[in-house]
Nanobody, 125 residues
């Protein structure tokens, strides 16, 4: 059974930083296509960042336009963990953030096989 557990959310002020973690168990995520999504109250779940592996080369990441230059996805295969470093947080970044794993299609699509339970990020002055 694959379980994804997000952590690191909290309440911060605009301009602050947070790092989210997604610990995977039941599956080795070293070469999986993974992603972060978020969902704010009353809105649909939206893509934040994807993180994948180019065979024999390196990891790559893609980002949604609203977070480019502020958020950075990374992975520690030894810890089987995906991260999302979020800098210069804004009020509009407030949402529940979800980790997702394993997708044969586009990285920004919702067609991931495994999902975490989410972690709340609240940005408030």
């Amino acid at each position: 059974q694959v379980v994804l557990v997000e952590s690191g959310g909290g309440v911060v002020q605009p301009g602050d930083s947070l790092r989210l973690s997604c610990l995977a168990s039941g599956r080795n995520i070293k070469t999986d296509k993974m992603a972060w999504f978020r969902q704010s109250s009353g809105k649909e779940r939206e893509f934040v960042a994807s993180h994948g592996w180019i065979e024999g080369l390196r990891y790559y990441a893609d980002y949604a336009t609203p977070v480019k230059g502020r958020f950075s996805a990374s992975r520690d295969p030894k810890r089987n963990t995906l991260y999302l470093q979020m800098n210069d947080l804004r009020i509009e970044d407030t949402a529940v953030y979800y980790c997702a794993d394993e997708n044969d299609g586009p990285g920004d699509s919702l067609n991931y096989k495994y999902w975490g339970q989410g972690t709340q990020v609240t940005v408030s002055s």
